[in-house]
């Protein structure tokens, strides 16, 4: 029996994230145009820095973000690979501090400040409670991460049309999660003048039926569900022990395992 996991909910085989950095004033205008297209992004905020001339106020970050992602990006922006290591627990656990009592919930997610890390910041991750954590080194595909702890993204959004493009068009000959993956600051589009160009991109890919637009950590939770469901030796019966509905293709057809469920994989 072929089982693969090659969905994502709702039986879709591609997903979009965005991911935004420093949380600017600029990322007012920024989630007013992606609500607009139905585009949902994580926001990785130095909370060291809310309420400074330029950035947001701590007092709107719940409402602003909801229906997006509050992230962790250190208090006050360091380069983590230059710092000792109580400095990196610091800047991290009290970032997720002060972060979850703006949202109202576990932050769990982090971006490198200056894309800066090395294996001893990463070491340190599990113990911080950060589940996945955004470099900048974008690599041009929309393959899944081996490690989200070290997740790259496909592109900066200065090339978001080119590849937006790419991926709308995109027909693996195998089934796959396809995952475009954008990151940048909501000042470039200021600074460049070009926010038509975030319009342009959403008039293309959002709201399209065939897309699944999901936030960083949802991305992050959906796949611990699917790698965590437990299966018979035979393949014939699945068991999803987690909240979440899952979805994988047995015999190439969509198949939803839902939460709690026990099911038998017939097609």
């Known amino acids: 029996m072929r089982i693969r996991f090659d969905l994502f909910p709702g039986g879709k085989s591609k997903a979009l994230t965005l991911s935004y950095d420093d949380g600017r004033e600029f990322d ?6 992606l609500n607009r297209y139905g585009i949902r992004a994580t926001f990785h905020l130095n909370s060291g820095f809310l309420g400074k001339p330029g950035y947001l106020e701590r ?3 719940k409402e602003l973000f909801s229906g997006h992602e509050v992230s962790g990006h250190t208090v006050n922006h360091p380069f983590l690979n230059m710092s000792p290591k109580e400095r990196i627990a610091d800047e991290i656990l009290q970032d997720r501090s002060a972060l979850e009592q703006l949202a109202e919930y576990p932050v769990k997610g982090l971006s490198f400040p200056y894309g800066a890390w090395n294996k001893e910041v990463v070491a340190l991750l599990p113990a911080l409670g950060v589940e996945y954590a955004r470099t900048t080194n974008h690599h041009g595909g929309f393959h899944m991460p081996d490690d989200f ?6 592109c900066h959004h200065r090339d978001m049309l080119e590849f937006g493009q790419k991926f ?3 027909q693996p000959r195998h089934p796959r999660l396809s995952l475009l993956y954008v990151w940048g600051h909501s000042y470039e589009f200021n600074n460049n003048n070009n926010w038509d160009q975030l319009e342009q991109f959403g008039e293309r890919i959002g709201r399209r039926p065939d897309v699944w637009y999901a936030t960083n950590i949802e991305i992050v939770l959906y796949m611990t569900a699917l790698r965590q469901l437990r ?3 035979s393949g014939e019966w699945v068991h999803n ?4 509905s ?5 015999e190439g057809q969509a198949v939803e395992i839902q ?9």
């Open 259 to 267: 939460p709690g469920e026990t099911k038998r994989l017939v097609v």
């Open 246 to 250: 899952v979805w994988l293709s047995v």
């Open 231 to 233: 299966f018979a030796v």
């Open 59 to 61: 007092s709107e970050v």
């Open 28 to 33: 007012r205008e920024m989630v007013r145009i």
């Open 168 to 170: 709308i068009d995109d």
């Open 149 to 154: 702890l070290l997740w790259s993204p496909t």
């Open 241 to 244: 022990a987690s909240a979440l």
